[in-house]
Antibody, heavy 116, light 108 residues
Framework: EVHLVESGGGLVQPGGSLRLSCTAS????????MSWVRQAPGKGLEWVSSISGSGGSTYYADSVKGRFTISRDNSKNTLYLQMTGLRAEDTALYYC?????????WGQGTLLTVSS | EIVLMQSPGTLSLSPGERATLSCRAS???????LAWYQQKPGQAPRLLIY???SRSTGIPDRFSGSGSGTDFTLTISRLEPEDFAVYYC?????????FGQGTKVEIK
């Protein structure tokens, strides 16, 4: 069974930066696109970004374009989300998910809080 | 951006009853690129349906998806106690990919 574990969340001041990580196991990581989906407290789901298996293609929601960068290290089975220029509205539980388009496996999420 | 509207917001039903959840798109979703997810409190979402009607691995056959264009439906034929949760539709046929606001299925 696919296993995804996110880390790196925390409390950051507005304008700050943070990098989230997602460690994958129990599947051939490099063969699959990966994505980040977030959920603000008590709210619905919002797709954030996706990256192809090779890392050659990336895709971003308009709300994070130019501020967030998705990347991966296939030698480490790890997905990243580098976040800069953080805003209060970025506060959410960030899920790592396997897939491009639809998401067939999800981690348990890491919480980012943007507040002064 | 394709906006997905889910209805009803809350569905109150008893175990054993049939649940019918609607997802209506603001414009046609190409190639029926629509998925459904289930989320229980404190848990990550779980993929139920992709391609509008294909069940994900391990999903019981009481869950079925249908529809095309702008109107999609998730049907749970007979509700089990573990099915009470929030359900989200998501389209990946247009840019950006978007989710509906969710339908909560609660025990009556």
């Amino acid at each position: 069974e696919v296993h995804l574990v996110e880390s790196g969340g925390g409390l950051v001041q507005p304008g700050g930066s943070l990098r989230l990580s997602c460690t994958a196991s129990r599947f051939t990581f490099s063969n699959y696109a990966m994505s980040w989906v977030r959920q603000a407290p008590g709210k619905g789901l919002e797709w954030v970004s996706s990256i192809s298996g090779s890392g050659g293609s990336t895709y971003y929601a308009d709300s994070v374009k130019g501020r967030f960068t998705i990347s991966r290290d296939n030698s480490k089975n790890t997905l990243y989300l580098q976040m800069t220029g953080l805003r209060a509205e970025d506060t959410a539980l960030y899920y790592c998910a396997k897939g491009w388009g639809w998401f067939d496996s999800w981690g348990q999420g890491t919480l980012l809080t943007v507040s002064s | 951006e394709i906006v997905l509207m889910q209805s009803p917001g809350t569905l109150s039903l008893s175990p054993g009853e049939r649940a019918t959840l609607s997802c209506r798109a603001s414009q046609s979703v190409s190639s029926s690129n629509l998925a459904w997810y289930q989320q229980k409190p404190g848990q990550a979402p779980r993929l139920l349906i992709y391609g509008a009607s294909s069940r994900s691995t391990g999903i019981p056959d009481r869950f079925s998806g249908s529809g095309s264009g702008t109107d999609f439906t998730l049907t749970i034929s007979r509700l089990e106690p573990e099915d009470f949760a929030v359900y989200y539709c998501q389209q990946y046929g247009g840019s950006p990919w978007t989710f509906g606001q969710g339908t909560k299925v609660e025990i009556k």
